[in-house]
């Protein structure tokens, strides 16, 4: 199975975050500009928190609150999970399914975010790897 480091090689490089005080509004706008449902939330180079569409539908959407007016930091996640590059998908996998979370930060050595990967990234590449097996045997039927 692929090491968090060899995904996060192929994927694109940077992490969008946030700060605690910046609103939800603009959290969502930099959310849709990039097509991403999650953001991590930094503070003085420090994660404090995940924000994310279902953060937004429970805490901002269902409870009435204005997303002009409402800081991340009154809604964000903010016990955060992290994992390491030396992981692997499948053990990644294992702790989303366990903590039924759908996001994940990944430190470098030095304990700096280096990576944000979501279940999608998961899922994408066990059905990557799965396929690649699949192929592999067909070849060896089929010889």
């Known amino acids: 199975m692929k090491s968090l480091k060899l995904l996060l090689d192929?994927?694109?490089?940077g992490v969008l975050s946030v700060g605690p005080e910046d609103t939800v509004l603009h959290a969502l706008?930099?959310?849709a500009e990039h097509d991403i449902g999650a953001l991590l939330v930094m503070e003085e180079g420090k994660p404090?928190?995940?924000f994310s569409e279902r953060e937004y539908a429970r805490k901002v959407v269902l409870q009435g609150k204005s997303s002009k007016d409402t800081p991340v930091s009154q809604v964000m996640r903010d016990k955060v999970c992290f994992v390491?590059?030396?992981q692997t998908?499948?053990?990644?996998?294992a702790i989303m399914t366990d903590r039924r979370i759908r996001h994940l930060p990944v430190l470098g050595e030095e304990g700096e975010v280096v990576g944000f990967v979501s279940i999608g990234d998961m899922v994408k590449e066990t059905i990557s790897e799965q396929k690649f097996v699949i192929e592999q045997l067909e070849h060896y039927i089929t010889r």
């Open 10 to 13: 192929e994927k694109r490089h």
């Open 89 to 93: 998908v499948e053990e990644c996998m």
């Open 84 to 86: 390491t590059l030396s």
């Open 29 to 31: 706008q930099l959310m």
């Open 48 to 50: 404090v928190g995940i």
